[in-house]
T-cell receptor, first 114, second 114 residues
């Protein structure tokens, strides 16, 4: 079956360091992978999309890599700040079965300590 | 401002009392979907719609109905709510079902069924 796995444990990072979050998937052949940020009680907000033929994508302090051989995406926040504390979700297109559209990982809760 | 709106934001109801959660988007998006989010289970798709009058089941459709009579609106209907439908609900829209397009999420509706 198709699975998307993100580290379910909270990730504690000291302010100013680089935070790295992992998204692993099995039984997918995604053309795209998306990352979202979610604050408590609010809807996810789109951050970045990376295509299968792109190894890396950057946006300001954010960087995403996509390794289709390892079936893994890494999400980096450089020079992290307490305001970056949130849950980060990766998402892939679901194929087959009843659902359509994006399937989300359960998210990694990131805490940036001042 | 481009946005997805949901109403109500908070709702407490009793078992069996029919309710509707409205969702509206002002971006002329073709694709809309409903998710529920529960602790430890992440976001799960309930229903989706690829265009007007086209709806289909997601991963967890039992106990829910939807309709898409106009492009901008996609209400979620609980004909006979039960306590296991207590959850945080999100409506989302995107330009099309293609996963290259980001999804825009509404602010969420927190539903409690007693």
């Amino acid at each position: 079956s198709q699975k998307i796995e993100q580290n379910s444990e909270a990730l504690n990072i000291q302010e100013g360091k680089t935070a790295t979050l992992t998204c692993n998937y099995t039984n997918y052949s995604p053309a795209y992978l998306q990352w979202y940020r979610q604050d408590p009680g609010r809807g996810p907000v789109f951050l970045l999309l990376i295509r299968e033929n792109e190894k890396e994508k950057r946006k300001e302090r954010l960087k995403v890599t996509f390794d289709t051989t390892l079936k893994q995406s890494l999400f980096h926040i450089t020079a992290s700040q307490p305001a970056d504390s949130a849950t980060y979700l990766c998402a892939l297109r679901h194929s087959g079965g009843g659902a359509d559209g994006l399937t989300f990982g359960k998210g990694t809760h990131l805490i940036i300590q001042p | 401002e481009a946005q997805v709106t949901q109403n109500p934001r908070y709702l407490i109801t009793v078992t069996g009392k029919k309710l509707t959660v409205t969702c509206s988007q002002n971006m002329n998006h073709e694709y809309m979907s409903w998710y529920r989010q529960d602790p430890g289970l992440g976001l799960r798709q309930i229903y989706y719609s690829m265009n007007v009058e086209v709806t289909d089941k997601g991963d967890v459709p039992e106990g829910y109905k939807v309709s898409r009579k106009e492009k901008r609106n996609f209400p979620l209907i609980l004909e006979s709510p039960s306590p296991n439908q207590t959850s945080l609900y999100f409506c989302a829209s995107s330009l099309s079902r293609d996963s290259s397009y980001e999804q825009y999420f509404g602010p969420g509706t927190r539903l409690t069924v007693t």
